[in-house]
């Protein structure tokens, strides 16, 4: 299965994408090559979530998601301009379905950073995905990487207890996690039963609605300071609009197991977009247990692609 990054906003793939001829001389995007793209794509979600943290004491966490959300979706239906006859009952309850997730995940992610910092918050976001892989293989050596996970999560929380991290901030980035299990499985649906990202627009319009009146309620008119719209602007392209476009370039030329793999080091670049931007250091425990994670996560889905690749051979 893939492993989305955090905060994402792509559907997820589940065919592995057919590499394409180099087409030399040009340049543009595609020049970075898929690897470039993914990465760049990582790079762009935590740092735009380091400045969403920066954001926050200025517009409340309810109102950084709702200046998120309602860019993102504003630019992805403007490009899109998805088509809105002609769905089934069923197609319109997954979208709604999707865009519930999504504004529920992004909801909490935004509370957990507003408490712990980013790269443990990220890591304890990604065990959702993790265990939705573990659970979806049904393998034996999947109880390692689980056992891995949870050694990273214990070394996270200070040997147990979570004594250095705040309890509400650890709660939110799980519940966060358990949200991002569900928006794969949504998103897949979604794009099933949609063409190119129309569903991902509709979805993204769902949510931005159904966050209005949260972002309205704890931020009011301060949701309208120009330098606030701008800030969340920001936010919404470089968490949602830039990395989707990257990685939907990448994923034309990349095996989608690669890229699962390559979603698994986003705890490591949240780590380091909260050192550079934010200041928060992380001790040495911290730093293990987000490569634990990371190690789980990789694990998880190579063993799920391998699984695969044996299917097909066999």
């Keep these: 299965m893939t492993l989305p990054g955090a905060d994402r906003s792509a559907p997820a793939t589940s065919a592995t994408a057919p590499a ?3 087409s030399g001389g040009t340049r543009g995007p595609g020049s970075l090559g898929p690897v470039g793209l993914v990465l760049a794509g990582g790079l762009s979600v935590q740092f735009g979530g380091a400045l969403a943290v920066m954001l926050i004491p200025r517009a409340g966490a309810l109102g950084v998601v709702t200046l998120r959300l309602a860019v993102a979706a504003l630019v992805l ?7 809105l006859r002609g769905h089934s009952r069923t197609d319109w309850g997954t979208v709604l379905a999707f865009g519930v997730t999504m504004a529920a995940m992004n909801g909490l992610f935004y509370q957990s950073v ?8 990220v890591t304890l976001e990604v065990l959702g995905p993790l265990a939705l892989s573990v659970l979806a293989s049904r393998r034996a050596v999947n109880l390692v990487w689980a056992g891995l996970a949870l050694c990273g999560v214990f070394l996270l929380g200070g040997g147990g207890g ?3 991290l705040d309890p509400l901030g650890v709660a939110f980035a799980l519940s966060a996690g358990a949200m ?4 794969i499985v949504f998103s897949a649906r979604t794009g099933r039963r949609f063409p190119q990202a129309d569903g991902l627009a509709l979805a993204m319009g769902v949510a931005a609605v159904l966050f209005l009146p949260l972002g309205i309620l ?3 008119t301060r949701l309208l300071a120009p330098e606030t719209v701008a800030l969340g602007a920001a936010v919404a392209v470089l968490s949602s609009v830039l990395p989707y476009t990257l990685e939907l370039l990448a994923l034309r030329r990349l095996p989608a197991s690669t890229f699962a793999v390559l979603m698994s080091l986003e705890p490591a670049i949240a780590a380091t977009a909260g050192f550079l931007i934010l200041d928060q250091a992380l001790s040495a425990g911290e730093s293990l247990a987000i490569a ?5 996560s990789m694990g998880a889905v190579r063993t799920q692609v391998g699984r695969g690749e044996a299917g097909v051979s066999g």
Aim: proline share 12%.
């Design 180 to 183: 991002w299990a569900l928006y």
């Design 114 to 121: 507003a408490r712990i910092p980013l790269g443990p918050a």
């Design 77 to 83: 239906l403007v490009i899109c301009r998805p088509r």
């Design 218 to 220: 704890e931020s009011g």
């Design 292 to 296: 634990l994670v990371i190690g789980a």
């Design 20 to 22: 394409a001829p180099a």
């Design 162 to 164: 979570f004594g250095g």
